[in-house]
């Protein structure tokens, strides 16, 4: 979780409302700022749908979740629907993962179906709730997380992601996270099908959002892979996979940089949060 949203809010609102005879711009500045929060908050109120849409092929099964972060400890977050809240602000509708330690990572999947790899095109996509921070449209403030999946729950193939040193919230300098662009689809007030989801609206960006994965970019070379092996990653690319680890990018070893683990985001005080994950196609 970026900056505490709930603490954000409420001292929005006590800012707007108790200040000390504000001018009118800066009134104004005061409550454009407080808008987008307070849409995240009634969003929080009305999504998700129940029942789930039954064409939306989310990730149903949490496998293994030990974090246990204040206000965001409950991993069914992570499979009770999507609820983005747009550029600006992040969803309040997550599980949060731990910066460090075994619950920095969660495990989940579709209760036994296959994740298909579909021909030219994204298969999966995780949503965080990752916001723009500035006019700057390359500018964000990112969880970024390491996806791993898996066939057999047993050996967990990566996609080989590196991060460029310099600004840390330039969202062009990581490759290959989850958590690092805005999450646009909200199954209540921004319904999109499953086919919609996976339209590419220019450059890395999705309809929906969210941080899109193609199985044939799986890396048997990814030294972060756990008994992964150009077998393993041929029989995922052919078959498909069952599993999905997602891990808090701080725990996990940037190799380009020695034994050092990525860096974090400043002002995230946990590490990434997780709105959902979606298939393109199950089998």
């Known amino acids: 979780m970026k900056t505490n949203p709930l603490f954000l809010l409420s001292f929005l609102i ?6 000390c005879k504000p001018s009118a711009s800066s009134s104004d500045e005061t409550l454009a700022a407080l808008i987008p929060l307070l849409g995240a908050s009634a969003n929080a109120n009305v999504c998700p749908k129940s ?7 989310l990730a149903n099964t949490i496998v293994s979740a030990e974090a246990n972060v204040s206000g965001f400890s409950d991993p069914n977050k992570a499979i009770n629907g999507v609820c983005g809240a ?6 309040l509708d997550v599980y949060a993962l731990e910066i460090s330690g075994s619950g920095a990572s969660m495990i989940l999947s579709w209760g036994g179906r296959t994740v298909k790899n579909v021909a030219d095109s994204i298969d999966f996509i995780v949503y965080d709730n ?4 500035s006019g700057d449209t390359n500018t964000y403030a990112m969880d970024p997380s390491v996806i791993q999946v898996s066939l057999d729950g047993s050996k967990y193939c990566g996609f080989n992601p590196s991060y460029t040193a310099g600004n840390i919230n330039l969202m062009t300098n ?3 996270f989850g958590g690092l662009r805005p999450v646009y689809y909200n199954m209540t007030t921004n319904p999109l099908s499953n086919e919609d989801l996976f339209i590419v609206t ?3 960006f999705l309809l929906g959002g969210g941080d899109g994965f193609d199985l044939d970019d799986l890396d048997p070379n990814d030294l972060n892979d756990v008994n992964c092996d150009a077998t393993a990653v041929s029989d995922i690319q052919t078959t498909g996979f069952k ?5 808090s990018a701080s725990n996990v070893i940037n190799h380009a940089d020695g034994t050092n683990k990525f860096p974090w985001p400043p002002g995230s005080y946990n590490g990434s949060d997780i709105d959902g994950v979606v298939a393109r196609e199950l089998q």
Not at 14 to 19: A, D, E, G, I, Q
Not at 130 to 133: D, I, K, L, N, P
Request: aromatic share 14%; net charge positive; charged share 15%.
């Open 14 to 19: 006590c800012l707007w409302t108790f200040s």
């Open 174 to 176: 990581w490759l290959k």
């Open 86 to 91: 747009g550029e600006l602000v992040g969803s």
């Open 202 to 204: 220019g450059g890395t």
């Open 51 to 57: 029942p789930l849409p039954s064409d939306i092929l």
């Open 243 to 247: 599993f999905i680890k997602i891990t």
């Open 130 to 133: 990752s916001f723009r921070v």
